[in-house]
């Protein structure tokens, strides 16, 4: 059984056709890895798989379950899928340690105690155990991005989505947070990921999806992707990141 599989699935926000007819499927342990230039649908899709935007038809299916307008139904998916936002997302007035514990607590029924016994224990995962007290306004750009991501972790998710994690910090920021993720990947966790982070796409990702304009042009592994892409369209996005690195 797929973790996860999306069928012809469309989205609009008002005239403005977002996604058009998106169909693929996410197996266990796969790191998929989603590419495009800004506006191609990417941030979307993602949101669409955990219902913080509800498709406008097609259908979405999670561990075997088809997700719809039911509060309970998606309710239950979002406890098993984490998500790791661009801009952190977490909450001010609460330290480190609460705002990986808070969602244990509110969704999983957890008591404040038990919790944070499990935060500490995530917060040690990625390295900031000492900032386990420290306020978001405390911690450097990073820092929140990987209590984000013990946050994602605590909640024992069967697949964690990420929505370009890197793109809102400072340049010497980004490899701590990389570095985690690797350490994921390692672990065999399944994860999507939207980015820009192309040594990341083509060292972890399994599979690269490549979309514009709302659809998917090019899915195939790295190696083939980035040396001999077959859509005209992926192979000009592969050139002008060559070019910016040279």
């Known amino acids: 059984m797929s973790v996860l599989e999306l069928h012809d699935v469309h989205k609009s926000f008002g005239d403005l056709k977002v996604l058009k007819g998106i169909n693929f499927k996410v197996e266990r342990g796969e790191i998929v890895v989603i590419l495009g230039p800004s506006g191609a649908g990417k941030s979307t899709l993602l949101r669409?798989?955990?219902?913080?935007?509800?498709?406008?038809?097609?259908?979405?299916?999670?561990?075997?379950?088809?997700?719809?307008?039911?509060?309970?139904?998606?309710?239950?998916?979002?406890?098993?899928?984490?998500?790791?936002?661009?801009?952190?997302?977490?909450?001010?007035?609460?330290?480190?340690?609460?705002?990986?514990?808070?969602?244990?607590?509110?969704?999983?029924?957890?008591?404040?105690?038990?919790?944070?016994?499990?935060?500490?224990?995530?917060?040690?995962?990625?390295?900031?155990?000492?900032?386990?007290?420290?306020?978001?306004?405390?911690?450097?750009?990073?820092?929140?991005?990987?209590?984000?991501?013990?946050?994602?972790?605590a909640m024992e998710p069967e697949m964690i989505l990420f929505d370009e994690p890197t793109s809102a910090l400072d340049p010497s920021l980004v490899g701590e947070v990389l570095e985690v993720m690797k350490s994921l990947a390692r672990e065999g966790r399944t994860m999507i990921v939207v980015t820009h982070e192309m040594g990341f796409a083509k060292s972890v990702g399994t599979r690269i999806i490549y979309m514009e304009d709302g659809r998917i042009l090019e899915e195939s592994g790295p190696t083939e992707f980035f040396k001999n892409p077959r859509n005209e369209r992926a192979k000009r996005f592969v050139d002008s990141i060559l070019e910016r690195v040279i």
């Open 48 to 153: 669409i798989m955990n219902f913080l935007e509800h498709p406008d038809s097609g259908q979405v299916v999670f561990l075997g379950k088809k997700l719809n307008g039911n509060y309970k139904i998606i309710r239950w998916a979002r406890s098993k899928m984490g998500f790791v936002f661009q801009h952190f997302n977490l909450f001010s007035h609460l330290k480190a340690l609460d705002n990986v514990a808070i969602g244990l607590v509110k969704v999983k029924g957890k008591s404040w105690h038990e919790a944070r016994e499990i935060a500490m224990k995530y917060l040690e995962k990625v390295g900031l155990s000492d900032k386990a007290q420290n306020y978001p306004s405390q911690l450097s750009g990073g820092q929140k991005q990987r209590v984000a991501i013990a946050r994602a972790l």
